[in-house]
């Protein structure tokens, strides 16, 4: 079973920054994916962004492009969000997503960090 654990949530103003994390473990094998996606209150959970472990592609929704940008650490077995010019509309739970092929898709998703943006 794999662990997610997130960090670096917080409160911030609206144009500041901040950077989320996420480390797996309980896993020997890399994972296919991992990204992140969040969820505002009252909203269903909507993507954000995502990175291929081997290749390195990512995709990002088009309401964070050019904002976000997601990056891994293939050592550490973590994925980072670094999210610049944040907006009042990215406040959520940002919750940290793995895939794993095993012996079949393993979806796995962190417990979430609260952001908050302010204006």
């Known amino acids: 079973q794999v662990q997610l654990v997130e960090s670096g949530g917080g409160l911030v103003q609206a144009g500041d920054s901040l950077r989320l994390s996420c480390a797996a473990s309980?896993?020997?094998?890399?994972?296919?994916?991992m990204g992140w996606y969040r969820q505002a209150p009252g909203k269903e959970r909507e993507f954000v962004a995502r990175?291929?472990?081997?290749?390195?592609?990512?995709d990002y929704a088009d309401s964070v492009k050019g904002r976000f940008t997601i990056s891994r650490d293939n050592a550490k077995n973590t994925v980072n969000l670094q999210m610049n010019s944040l907006k009042r509309e990215d406040t959520a739970i940002y919750y940290c997503?793995?895939?794993?092929?095993?012996?079949?898709?393993?979806?796995?998703w962190g417990q979430g960090t609260q952001v908050t943006v302010s204006s």
């Open positions: 997503n793995a895939v794993y092929i095993v012996r079949g898709v393993e979806n796995s």
């Open positions: 309980g896993r020997t094998a890399s994972p296919y994916v």
């Open positions: 990175i291929s472990w081997s290749g390195g592609s990512t």
